[in-house]
């Protein structure tokens, strides 16, 4: 099924970026990794056999000895470092728990290379859990590419988490983290991490995929299909008769241009329904059509495509063709060009995944910085988008952040909080990990808009895209672009919020008349400094605002659109506990006098923010 939107998209994002493989604006390099592999999958013994050749081009000054493969499917094994933290965490994702124990020997995932050549010559290697360490005969010298060829086969596990076969709503294949994966070298070094439970960082370059698998099967997910007239299934072009296919398998051919990664899903019993927005982006749906799912599946067809022209409009152009959503995994996760998300969901909860999903592909699949060393800037900048996205295109939302301030709140509360700069994989817990990644995260840009207001804010978020699209940026490079913008320092702001737990709380200490004036004192109760907002309304109904910025933002955020006028405008410096202000009206023409009503300030304590007369 076709549906036509007439709403456009203004430009697409520039192709250059699609392109650049180094750039000198920063000084950094990004590697580049070109595969093509041709894959054919057993759909009984659920193996399959695959050869890759990848040219891997080193951007770096770097001359590298070595070189690292992700095996993510051995982590699907008893026994395995995925297995044993499931096992021993304080709090075990509910879809892993002691499950990876309990695999039988056809049920377990793995991944095994049969032979690696570079440029032509045998290379050693060695499987260490998820990892293959590869030890070169020669050196890839600076600015240099080189050949790997290999042989892989591997058999897809039971599934249990993002990746597998035969999922708790029967979808076939969810083919995740499917094949041998170069691992990303950058300024940093290697980042050849274990497949513990957490996301993925990988190098951005050009996918050739052959897929070799029963007919009846459909697929769809990262890429372009170069076959669609040959395959059909609801790909080909409108009025093409596809041919009958001799033989009991079928070749999907797929290309996708500047990713980094390549997910691909199967299920004979797929639905396959296209939207074709008047922009020239495809969105697939693909879904197994049940009573518990297709009515809202036919539904969420109007929302993929609103939410891509939301995000695009506040966050920067979707840089691809098309964009797959398609059932399977375990619940919702991002690759790139496409999304598995599980189906049985009410309508609410599957435009929110959806929405959540494809908010990634800025993040995660576009900026990708690692998410390993700053998974907030991934899944709480993500969260924050789906918040604004789905109060726009869904359900209009007064404090569309609001419960992201909760569950920050409640982490600082159960004494649990973990500064947000600790490896994803290290967290002590489970719920420490994900409140700080999504909810802080999210809260790290919403107060953000506070400091410097929400309109330069929102401008950032689009300079931050267009400058550090395709280049990995880490924390330092979204802070100077915010700081560009608002011609304020922040770095403060990213010392505590990011590297520290210490908190938000600041009150109203006492309210004196003095005459025909009156004197506020305020406190500082938490250890983290930040701006002041104080709205003082009068019996009259008019109000006004006392701004405060800290001294250490060098200047102050613009005059944001409020009824409140600002009225005094000083610096509090960050070693002072308390501030006095002084207001030239009596007491009693004050009704209220209120810090921060907007509620963007994440302070910890709301009941002193406030008093009433």
Request: proline content about 5%; overall charge negative.
């Amino acid at each position: 099924m076709q549906i036509n939107l007439v709403k456009p998209i203004y430009g697409l994002f520039l192709l250059m970026v699609l392109s650049s493989g180094t750039f000198a604006q920063t000084g950094r390099f990004q590697q580049a990794a070109d595969y093509q592999m041709d894959v054919e999958m057993d759909v009984n013994t659920n193996q399959y056999k695959g050869t890759q050749v990848l040219v891997y081009t080193n951007n770096s000054p770097d001359t590298l000895h070595r070189v690292f493969y992700h095996l993510y499917y051995n982590a699907f094994q008893p026994g395995s470092m995925m297995d044993e933290r499931s096992r021993n965490i304080a709090d075990p994702d509910r879809r892993v728990g002691d499950r990876i124990s309990k695999l039988k020997p056809d049920e377990i995932g793995y991944l095994r290379v049969n032979s690696l050549t570079m440029n032509g010559k045998a290379v050693e290697y060695k499987e260490v859990g998820t990892i293959l360490e590869v030890e070169l005969r020669e050196p890839i010298l600076p600015n240099s590419d080189v050949k790997f060829e290999m042989d892989f086969s591997g058999q897809v596990p039971l599934q249990i988490r993002r990746s597998g076969r035969d999922s708790e709503e029967g979808v076939r294949f969810s083919m995740s983290q499917w094949y041998p994966k170069m691992s990303e070298y950058d300024e940093q070094g290697w980042h050849a991490n274990p497949y513990i439970g957490r996301e993925f960082y990988g190098i951005w370059g050009d996918f050739d995929v052959k897929i070799t698998i029963d007919k009846t099967y459909m697929l769809g997910g990262t890429g372009y299909l170069q076959n669609p007239n040959e395959i059909g299934h609801g790909y080909e072009d409108e009025g093409t008769k596809v041919p009958q296919t001799k033989g009991d398998k079928l070749t999907w051919h797929f290309k996708a241009p500047k990713v980094h990664d390549f997910m691909w899903a199967a299920d004979p019993k797929y639905r396959h329904d296209k939207v074709e927005m008047t922009n020239g982006i495809t969105v697939h749906h693909l879904y197994i059509p049940t009573n518990d799912v297709t009515a809202n599946w036919e539904k969420l067809k109007e929302y993929t495509p609103k939410a891509i022209e939301y995000m695009s409009e506040h966050f920067g152009q979707y840089p691809y063709k098309q964009f797959s959503v398609i059932q399977g995994g375990d619940g919702g996760m991002e690759y790139p060009m496409s999304t598995l998300v599980t189906g049985g969901r009410n309508l609410n909860s599957l435009v929110g995944v959806m929405v959540h999903e494809l908010a990634h592909s800025w993040f995660q699949g576009v900026l990708a910085t690692n998410e390993a060393l700053y998974p907030w800037m991934d899944e709480g900048f993500t969260s924050y988008a789906t918040s604004l996205a789905m109060s726009a295109i869904f359900r209009p939302s007064e404090a569309p952040l609001r419960g992201s301030y909760m569950g920050y709140y409640r982490l600082v509360s159960s004494g649990k909080e973990e500064p947000m700069s600790t490896h994803a994989d290290h967290y002590h817990t489970n719920a420490a990990y994900s409140t700080a990644a999504y909810a802080k995260g999210a809260v790290f840009l919403a107060q953000l808009g506070y400091i410097i207001g929400d309109e330069v804010r929102d401008k950032g978020m689009l300079s931050y895209f267009n400058t550090w699209g395709f280049k990995h940026p880490n924390v330092n490079d979204f802070v100077r672009v915010m700081e560009k913008e608002s011609g304020l320092e922040l770095d403060w702001y990213k010392e505590y919020f990011v590297y520290t737990t210490k908190t938000i709380d600041y009150g109203i200490k006492k309210v004196t008349a003095q005459g025909e004036q009156t004197d506020i004192t305020l406190e500082r109760i938490g250890l983290m400094p930040m701006p002041i907002d104080v709205v003082i309304t009068y019996t009259d109904g008019s109000s006004e605002m006392v701004y405060l910025p800290l001294e250490i933002m060098r200047g102050e955020k613009s005059p944001e659109a409020s009824a409140a006028t600002r009225i005094i405008s000083e610096d509090w410096p960050w070693t002072n506990l308390t501030k006095t202000i002084t207001i030239n009206k009596k007491m009693e023409t004050i009704k209220s006098i209120e810090i921060d009503p907007s509620k963007r300030l994440a302070d910890i304590n709301e009941d002193n923010n406030k008093v009433e007369y």
